[in-house]
T-cell receptor, first 114, second 114 residues
Framework: AQSVTQPDIHITVSEGASLELRCNYS??????LFWYVQSPGQGLQLLLK??????LVQGIKGFEAEFKRSQSSFNLRKPSVHWSDAAEYFC????????????FGTGTSLTVIP | DVKVTQSSRYLVKRTGEKVFLECVQD?????MFWYRQDPGLGLRLIYF???????EKGDIPEGYSVSREKKERFSLILESASTNQTSMYLC?????????????FGDGTRLSIL
């Protein structure tokens, strides 16, 4: 069965510091992988996605993620965090051909301190 | 700008009531989704629709039904509301394609059942 694990419930970083949010997945074949961000009081916004090809994926807002098949991971990174990046981040693993097998992780809450 | 609009941000209903949550998208998307978001559980799919009058059950369809009479509107119905349905409900939409993942989210409806 597909599953997504985000081991860190909450992370605090200083503004300007680098960030890495962890995501591990369980899937029988090469997965489609996604990261979303949810700002307070809002819906989710798609940051980036990986389907195939280059394992380093660039997204919006200066985020990137790297697919590592050997580690079953898809960690999200940002070299320098801004206060506006404080939000909830969700990793997700998607289906090959149907929308009802799309699984979200439980989320990582990011606090940015000045 | 693309938009998914949920009719209410906050809703308070009583146990046993029939509750309607409405979602409208203006992007002519085929796919529409209803998710439930609870702390520590992430997002869980309730129902998915890939076309008008078409629907598929997600992970937690019990106690819910949906209606998609027009392409732009996807309604979630709580047949007889119970306190364990108190939650944040998120609607999403997307074009069909590789991954079929939810692309655009509404801001959510926070539903309280008393």
């Amino acid at each position: 069965a597909q599953s997504v694990t985000q081991p860190d419930i909450h992370i605090t970083v200083s503004e300007g510091a680098s960030l890495e949010l962890r995501c591990n997945y369980s899937y029988g074949a090469t997965p489609y992988l996604f990261w979303y961000v949810q700002s307070p009081g809002q819906g989710l916004q798609l940051l980036l996605k990986y389907f195939s090809g280059d394992t380093l994926v660039q997204g919006i807002k200066g985020f990137e993620a790297e697919f590592k098949r050997s580690q079953s991971s898809f960690n999200l990174r940002k070299p320098s965090v801004h206060w506006s990046d404080a939000a909830e981040y969700f990793c997700a693993v998607g289906p090959s051909n149907t929308g009802n097998q799309f699984y979200f992780g439980t989320g990582t809450s990011l606090t940015v301190i000045p | 700008d693309v938009k998914v609009t949920q009719s209410s941000r906050y809703l308070v209903k009583r146990t046993g009531e029939k509750v309607f949550l409405e979602c409208v998208q203006d992007m002519d998307h085929e796919n529409m989704f209803w998710y439930r978001q609870d702390p520590g559980l992430g997002l869980r799919l309730i129902y998915f629709s890939y076309d008008v009058k078409m629907k598929e059950k997600g992970d937690i369809p019990e106690g819910y039904s949906v209606s998609r009479e027009k392409k732009e509107r996807f309604s979630l119905i709580l047949e007889s509301a119970s306190t364990n349905q108190t939650s944040m409900y998120l609607c999403a939409s997307s074009f069909p394609g590789v991954g079929n993942q939810p692309q655009h989210f509404g801001d959510g409806t926070r539903l309280s059942i008393l």
